[in-house]
């Protein structure tokens, strides 16, 4: 084939080369047959390269064909991040190009030969194939929270409107909050770019003047729509504060120290806001100066949503979604009160509601719902009419949006005719990073888990040539393994129950892992069971109420450990794998405000233990380290960060691994010595950082990253 030419007169819209086929029409890539993750723009620049293989296509071409002229994207980022997902995809690096080269100061050009038989691709072919990707693109959702409603009888009625994107930022600007103006003509939102209005009418968007450093989320718009409350995090570890600001531009004004979650009264008179306090969070209100605040509500085991305001802005509604030690997930549940009296009262309640609400002047209440299973990564949008006077919900509950993805911010216009909503994915997947330097630094993770699911590596088989992590690829939780030289994974624990923290047993022959009860049951028990590193059908080992992690030592140790979370806080276990004995071990009390935001780790030799509280009192996130040879404590801060999600030993146990961030959306992968020296080995603004799990031969991590979009959606005459 000559170069510049991937025609063909087959008009099938697969592109072959290497051992990948690229299907224009349906915006997939295969590789020997099996189903390739690839986002929507780095799914575009291959099929822009696969025009004219050989050739170089300029930046400023591609840049002209990915995104409008509309778009407020920072291009040159875009562009190398989507190049980047697309080489690990491929398999392919700058430094030694198989499929995508890099030319200096002009472009990229596609180096690989073409399949003869591959299929014109056209520019018609691209404008087809965009619609595809990008509902495949949205498939994707954060599965983490775990609150929403269940009605009984509940009629699943179609949506009876459509809803239309209003942005179209990538996952490297993701839209940080949106919201509409009660007159329903403008849209507010932010990234990490800069604050901008939009005309929702002509999209015209222009960014709002501000002074030079002060990057606020527009949350909650005054009925001039001019105004608007926004939160703004000044620093790493720094709580967001409450401003005011105009649209025209100006001096912002502080209205309180600490404060998300705002919601202004449709009157302008009164403000509301969560906080944090020592013992837990607060519902407050405030008059819209900031003057005379006061508490509505406070718990230790709870958080609230942002209000909805009634239309005569006497009363509220807001979901508080509670953590019940031991049930492992969260009961939440619609509380209605007027601002004036206090009085509680429960609109409805379960277990998949969404945080957001807004309340409309025609006596409906707007809702997000998490789908069930096999949909359960996805949210969609319900009204229902209420009675604020009887607080009873009144008619059955309708649907409004019937689409893949998260639910963010829910804001309605004044008139009820326009709502607006921030759709939000993360996709969870397991990467695969080297040591370089003798351990000194880590190479760039390369993509291992190449699906569209959630994916959670928990432990290495024995070899170190293979992760095990669970993935929801098949509905329920179930554990896979796949070689670090693989693109597919094989199936080791299946079923129709979800499964999780899957460990290899001291002697390396057996995977110990968990049940959880199911979305929405109300039993505790969680049953520990062990399945043959080579299979065979397994074995329950003990069961439980609120078992929430177990991990062992490796072999001359033979420990064991389980955390059990109760109602009076978290205790630890120790078992043996094979006939499921256990023992409670005495440990000195983790400060903290309850059992979920607690983690630890048993270090490889069975004599230390790790743990932390990501909920403290404490100035700064510490790790405890409990030596079980003498009973001694020694504990390590990390006063550069805002918090630590989770730790894992190093494979060596002279280390730790931290997973940690900043307020102002900074992840890093740190490694911690235990002289409390720290390292952060990885940084990154645009993914989530998880964990990190050290191969047995301490060459490789298997980390868990996730990123995704955020933008914002609108819903017409609903």
């Known amino acids: 084939m000559a170069a510049g030419s991937a025609g063909t007169s087959n008009g099938t819209g697969k592109v072959q080369f290497g051992t990948f086929e690229a299907d224009l029409r349906a ?114 959702l954060l599965v983490g929270v ?12 179609a949506p009876r409107a459509q809803a239309r994107r209003l942005t179209a930022n990538p996952a490297e600007a993701p839209v940080l909050n949106g919201v509409i103006s009660p007159d329903g003509k403008y849209l507010a939102f932010s990234d990490n770019t800069g604050f901008y209005l939009r005309q929702i009418d002509n999209g015209e968007t222009h960014p709002v003047p501000l002074p030079q450093g002060f990057r606020p989320d527009p949350i909650s718009w005054f009925p001039d729509s001019s105004h608007l409350a926004a939160t703004w995090v000044a620093g790493p570890k720094e709580l967001p504060s409450i401003w005011v600001i105009s649209t025209m531009g100006g001096a912002p ?18 403000i509301t806001f969560t906080t944090q306090t020592p013992t837990g969070r607060e519902l407050r209100i405030m008059q819209s100066d900031g003057q005379n605040q006061r508490t509505l509500t406070h718990a230790s085991e709870t958080d609230f949503g942002p209000v909805a305001w ?22 939440a549940r619609v509380e209605m ?36 299973a096999p949909n359960q990564n996805d949210y969609n949008i319900w009204s229902v009419g209420i009675d604020e006077h009887s607080r009873r919900v009144t008619g059955t509950p309708v649907r409004i949006t019937s689409e893949p993805g998260g639910i963010g911010a829910i804001t309605v ?41 959630q994916d959670f590596p928990y432990d290495w088989t024995p070899d170190a040539k293979s992760v095990l992590f669970t993935s929801d690829r098949d509905g329920p939780y179930h554990i896979f393994r796949q070689r670090i030289d693989q693109g597919v994974p094989d199936l080791v624990v299946g079923g129709d129950e979800d499964l999780t923290i899957a460990r290899l047993s001291p002697d390396r022959s057996w995977i110990i892992y968990l049940i959880m009860p199911k979305l929405g049951e109300t039993s505790t028990t969680v049953r520990m069971m062990r399945v043959p590193v080579n299979g065979s059908p397994p074995q329950t080992i003990l069961e439980g109420p609120g078992i ?74 510490t790790i405890r380290l409990f030596s079980f040879d003498n009973g001694g404590e020694q504990k390590i801060a990390l006063p550069a960060w805002a ?43 645009n993914m989530v950082m998880g964990w990190a799990i050290p191969s047995p031969d301490g060459r490789r991590l298997a980390i868990w990253k996730a990123n995704g979009t955020s933008n914002v959606w609108m819903v017409e005459n609903f």
Not at 416 to 435: E, N, P, S
């Open 27 to 140: 915006g997939e890539l295969r590789r020997n047959g099996s189903k390739v993750k690839l986002q929507e723009q780095p799914f575009q620049v291959l099929t822009v390269l696969l025009e004219r293989p050989g050739e170089v296509v300029s930046r400023e071409e591609l840049r002209t064909k990915l995104w409008p002229s509309d778009t407020f994207v920072d291009f040159d980022h875009s562009l190398n991040a989507a190049v980047r997902r697309l080489r690990d995809a491929l398999g392919d690096s700058a430094e030694n190009p198989r499929f995508v080269e890099t030319v200096a100061r002009r472009g990229y050009r596609f180096v690989a030969p073409v399949n003869e038989t591959a299929p014109q691709v056209t520019q018609k072919t691209i404008r087809k194939r965009r619609w595809p990707i990008a509902v495949v693109i949205a498939v994707v």
């Open 337 to 372: 009160r007027n601002v004036q009296a206090a009085e509680i009262g429960v609109l409805f309640s379960d277990s998949r509601l969404g945080p957001g609400l807004a309340w409309c002047k025609d006596g409906r209440l707007i809702y997000s719902l998490q789908e069930r």
């Open 310 to 331: 009634s239309p005569d802005s006497r009363v509220i509604a807001y979901v508080r979604a509670t953590y019940h030690p031991g049930t492992l997930g969260f009961d």
């Open 413 to 453: 216009s004044n008139d009820g005719k326009r709502l607006a909503f921030v759709r939000q994915t993360l996709q969870r997947d397991v990467y695969i990073a080297d040591f370089q330097a003798n351990g000194a630094r880590l190479s760039t993770p390369r993509l291992l888990t190449l699906d569209e699911r």
């Open 146 to 157: 775990v609150i929403g409603f269940h009605a009984a009888k509940r009629i699943f009625s």
């Open 548 to 621: 929430n992690n177990q991990q062992c030592a490796r072999l001359p140790s033979t420990l064991c450990l389980f955390s059990e979370i109760g109602a009076s806080g978290v205790k630890m276990f120790s078992f043996d794998p094979t006939n499921g004995s256990s023992r409670e071990i005495s440990l000195p009390p983790l400060p903290g405000t309850s059992g979920f935001p607690y983690d630890w780790t048993l270090s490889p030799d069975g004599k230390m233990l790790a743990r932390t509280a990501k909920l403290t009192t404490e100035k700064d996130p």
């Open 643 to 685: 918090g630590v999600t989770s730790l894992d030993w190093a494979a060596d146990g002279k280390s730790l691994w931290a997973a940690a961030y900043t307020n102002t959306n900074t992840w890093a992968l740190l490694n911690i010595d235990l002289k409390g020296n720290i390292r952060p080995m990885l940084e990154d603004k």
């Open 253 to 270: 004004r502080k209205l309180a120290d600490a404060g998300w979650n705002l919601s202004v009264s449709p009157d302008g008179t009164l």
